[in-house]
């Protein structure tokens, strides 16, 4: 048996963990010198906006008729303490190698990307179906881009489970 789709759960879940990723991604541009990777880094803070903005304006519909705000999720995931996932927060952000930020990152992508697809299948609407199956493709995406910022910022990828465990 299939488990059922839960628009309040989806929503509560995402908008938190997209809002989570764009403040990770401001505050790794703050620590990057100038240049082409900083500009990488912002161009990811505007990714997980897009995101953002793929629930409060496209699916706000559908959240709104199923009784939730999504910009009242939004301001507080806002106002919440930096902790993504539990593995990069404001302190690791300011004190860890960038190398090993950046990987976490892209375990943090890999999650989100297996989170949405897993929550398409479920979906019967086809509408919400192809907004969390276009989600799960810019995860992906996003993975990707992360390994150029590697590339850009001319670090090696680093597999530091004991600072950063994996999502």
């Known amino acids: 048996m299939t488990e059922a789709f ?6 509560h879940y995402a908008l938190r963990r997209e809002v989570m990723a ?5 505050r790794l541009a703050t620590r990057a010198a100038p ?4 500009a990488m880094l912002y161009q990811l803070v505007s990714f997980e906006e897009d995101h ?3 629930y409060t304006v496209v699916l706000r519909p559908q ?3 199923s009784g939730l705000d999504p910009d009242t999720i939004v301001a507080a995931a806002e106002a919440e303490p930096l902790d993504l996932e539990g593995v990069v927060d404001e ?3 300011a004190s860890a190698p960038l190398a090993g930020v950046i990987e976490a990152a892209k375990a ?7 989170f949405y697809e897993a929550e398409a299948a479920k979906v019967s609407d086809p509408f919400i179906h192809g907004v969390l199956d276009r989600l799960a493709g810019e995860e992906r995406s996003h993975e990707i881009f992360l390994d150029d910022l590697l ?4 670090l090696d990828p680093v597999d530091d489970a004991e600072e950063f465990p994996s999502l």
Do not use: C, K, N, S
Request: glycine share 2%.
């Open 108 to 114: 943090f992508e890999r999650m989100m990307a297996r």
């Open 52 to 54: 953002v903005r793929q």
């Open 35 to 38: 240049g082409d990777a900083q």
């Open 63 to 65: 959240i709104e008729a």
């Open 6 to 11: 839960d628009l309040h759960a989806l929503v």
């Open 151 to 154: 590339t850009a910022l001319d």
């Open 91 to 93: 302190e690791r952000i």
């Open 22 to 26: 764009w403040r990770t991604y401001e």
